[in-house]
């Protein structure tokens, strides 16, 4: 597609790479077709097309973001299936986060707007802040329908309450790993909310990595990813977050000598994988980022290249897998979670328009609540109909999201490939009454 | 920089602006007008990005009805209107000008009833091509009409340009699948027109309104065929050592009396292309490459395949390679069916849509080469080969106006080649912007003026989509 920069605005490095994906694109409108918002709200400017249209004259204009192209852009999911459509490989990741970074800078929201984004971005990348947070919501939710009914911000404020838990989860402890010179070593990305929100996750991980006599190393600087901050455009605190996780998986790297840095969350893998980019003009922060990047892969790419044993007894129940966006579009990861599961004797349903988003995309949910529910309900009818025992996904916001849909209970992959290879049921099925009863002994081996 | 012209913008028209976007704010909803200049820009081309018009404004109604009143309004304050579908065209037909609303029918994407007994599926106009064939694939039928943007592209828009697609060489195009539609005629009178079979009473006025590239009125809903899936489907490449043998390779088919259910031609400089995004195992030590697919029963499929092989060795094929899979089967039309997408990871480019019969295709393959070598510029073709119709792409820096001229120029010395080879303008893409001014190179002034009378039956005025098709000078009114 024809471009119209000065040499001037294409001597700034942001700029260029952007003038540069929007020359791929030659405007063939394919991308429509699978977005998710272009789906339900059938205009072209929430589409990809629309948005990188609107996005190529705002910044070719030097313009401030108006409120038009605002509304459009944070209606974008960032769930990136339009780059899996894409046939020009039109980086739309890279257009849109530098489009979000510049309505960052030259947009002023309104106060409401302003405040819900604040208070997300200082307290849901902080994993005690967020404990506190959750427990706040667990005190607000019979609230909940009064808060709806505030002004400009209820809607939203209750579909963030919504998503918190019936019940604070428990905290396990776990036994420290014993170090020996001649283990594999990984580390496993805590990050910000997952481990308060389903501590188990990472625990299932963790026991599926020892019993394949894999170590894996505490870091205890790293935190959040900064891929929730980044989806809002906050550029400086993304890359704050960035750096500071690179710091520490450096030092792990160069002196305990992990092969990988390990991601149970895909929408934090996409944004740790692109660290390389997002850190590439830094000098300081560049080749680290590059070896971070490299390094890094999800739970169920690093699973998949291990020789897992084989398991002897067939579970017999009927997993619906729903791919996570981050995962199928954002790391083009879509065979190994389901060869995994097959491997250890589920039954995989793969979920019809399972390339279209549950609505999650990380605080999208809260900030546009209304097109995340009716997504939420396309993608809990798409799932509902293939009548599985279970629903399994690689992304906690996908697991939060879905489950507020449905009563079959969603877990994460890795939980239900340890559940297999010996580990304890999933605390969803535990809760989940009908399959709780129904099951007898897994694994019967 | 650009060729081709707009007409000049209707400044009494432009003037009202503030009022005309009033009236149809009382006619919609706010999420389905579009009116700010930021919001419009999205608008203002299609598939052909070379050319771009900034429209009054944009009106997105929900349904029939709504359309037949934004366009009884226009209609009565003599406003000009351009529909678009998913805005796909390669040949401008969706392009926009300054005084006219833009229609769209995205949001009509519903679709309303399928009936296998009489294999049937209504559906609103702005259901996408592929989503009718997704619907009721499990049930084992598809629609056949498969225009490569099948995936994006609409109803609405396959009816204007009467589209194509690679399996059409057995099932026909657009008009051969179509069985009636609900269409909104200029001054928002709604009509339906054909039925619910092949053979309605009356006029075949089906047969005018498709392909009449939005010039006769809008449709908002289809009746479109169902057909049964075939036992199995095999698609096999052919590899040649040059475009010409495979050229002569699909003459010899197709004169044996051989229909495959799609022959496909790619060149070298395709299937590079191509392979690179898909990886889809095209054989890339050849010059030029057949996709030719067969379906049936095992047996047939077999007897058919023998017979092309025995006919491509005539012509010296290096590479014979079936599809061994249902993956490799989705690759290999994956590949072809991104090959224009594709292709913007190494350059801009044009398409062009020129059809000859089969014979000529080894002399205009040939001579397509020679003109845009002779402009310096680079050439991919890929196209569906069975039925003559050719799509050159021609390469180009979109940022260089030198080079733009020069594509254009080179575009419509191949059109020109392909009319006097024997063969027409368009196969599938339409006229649109992009072909209108060769129009005479192919009709007389007799011809011209007999279908602008036609058309000046529904649209005397020339309101609806009045920049397209016919030159801007000669125009005769009601």
Redesign the interface.
Known sequence: ???NFTSAQLADPHMAASEKIL????????????CPT??L?????DSP??RI??IK??LEGGKPA?A??VK?IDRCLSCLSCMT??????HYMHLVDHARAHIEQTYKRDATDRLLRALLAHILPYRNRFRLALGAALFAKPFRPLLAHLPRVGKRLAAMVALAPPRSPAVTAEPAPLTRADRRRVAILEGCAQPVLQPAINAAARRLLARADIEVVRVAEEGCCGALVHHMGREAQALEFARRNIDAWITAIDQQGIEAIIITASGCGTTVKDYGFMLRDDPLYAEKARRVSALTCDITEFLDRLDLPAVSTAPKRAVAYHSACSMQHGQQIRDEPKRLLRNAGFTVRDVPEGHICCGSAGVYNILQPEIAGRLRDRKVGNIERLRPDIIATGNIGCITQIGGGTAIPVVHTVELLDWAHGGPMPPALERAPGLNSRVVQFPLA | MSSIAFPTPDPAILARRDDIIAGLAALLPP?CL?T?E??R???E???L??YRRLPLAVA?PRNTAEVAAVMAFCHREGVKIVPRG???SLAGGAIPQEDAVVI?V????RILSVDYANRTARVEA?V?N?SISDAVMPDGFFYAPDPS?Q???TIAGNIGMNSGGAHCLKYGVTINNILGVKMVLIDGTVVDIGGQALDPAGLDLLGLIVGSEGQLGIVTEATVRLLRLAEGARPVLFGFDSSEAAGECVAAIIGAGIVPVAMEFMDKPAIEICEA?AKAGYPLDVEAMLIVEVEGSEEEMEAQLARICEIARRYGVKVVKESRSATETALIWKGRK????????VA??ICMDGTVPTSQLPYVLKRTGEIVASYGLRVANVFHAGDGNMHPLILYN??DPAEQAKAEAAGNDILRLCVDAGGCLTGEHGVGIEKRDLMRHQFSEVDLTQQMRVRAVFDGRWLLNPAKVFPLDGRIAA
């Not at chain 2, 991104?338 to 990871?345: K, Y």
Request: glycine letters at 12%; proline letters at 1%.
């Open positions: 597609m024809q471009t020359r791929s694109c030659v405007h063939c409108g394919f991308c429509t077709a699978t272009y789906l709200l059938g205009d072209e400017l097309r629309g249209y609107l004259d705002m108006t038009e192209v459009h459509t894409c046939p020009s490989g039109v | 999420e579009v700010s930021d919001e820009r999205a608008f081309t299609d598939a990005t070379a997105l998913a805005g796909t769209g995205s949001k009509l994407n702005g996408t592929l943007s995936l994006a592209c995004f991104s090959a224009f997408g594709a292709t913007g990871r801009d480019y979109v940022n």
